[in-house]
Nanobody, 124 residues
Framework: QVQVVESGGGLVQAGASLRLSCVIS????????VGWFRQAPGKAREFLST????????IYADSVKGRFTISRDDDKSSVYLQMNRLIPDDTAMYYC?????????????????WGPGTQVTVSS
């Protein structure tokens, strides 16, 4: 059974940085495509970024391109989302998701495994 657990959220001021971590268990991380999504109250779930096996292929949403960076450390079974220059609109619950597909995608339907989420709140 694949399990996904996020951490690293918190309350920060606008302009600050946070690094979210996602630990994958139950499947070799190097064979897992991992995506990050977020959902703000009253809004639809939003794709942020994904990283495929080997870490060479990544995709970013336009809304975070240039501010967020996804990376992975398969030795630690972990995937990270470095978030810089945070703005109040980044306030949301952030979710990590895992897929057995080798092809990264912004489509949440390819990710059957989801973590419980970590809250990020950015004050102005």
């Amino acid at each position: 059974q694949v399990q996904v657990v996020e951490s690293g959220g918190g309350l920060v001021q606008a302009g600050a940085s946070l690094r979210l971590s996602c630990v994958i268990s139950g499947r070799p991380t190097w064979r897992t495509t991992v995506g990050w999504f977020r959902q703000a109250p009253g809004k639809a779930r939003e794709f942020l970024s994904t990283i495929a096996w080997g870490g060479r292929n990544t995709i970013y949403a336009d809304s975070v391109k240039g501010r967020f960076t996804i990376s992975r450390d398969d030795d630690k079974s972990s995937v990270y989302l470095q978030m810089n220059r945070l703005i109040p609109d980044d306030t949301a619950m952030y979710y990590c998701s895992a897929s057995t597909s080798a092809v990264p995608s912004a489509d949440s339907d390819i990710y059957p495994y989801w973590g419980p989420g970590t809250q990020v709140t950015v004050s102005s």
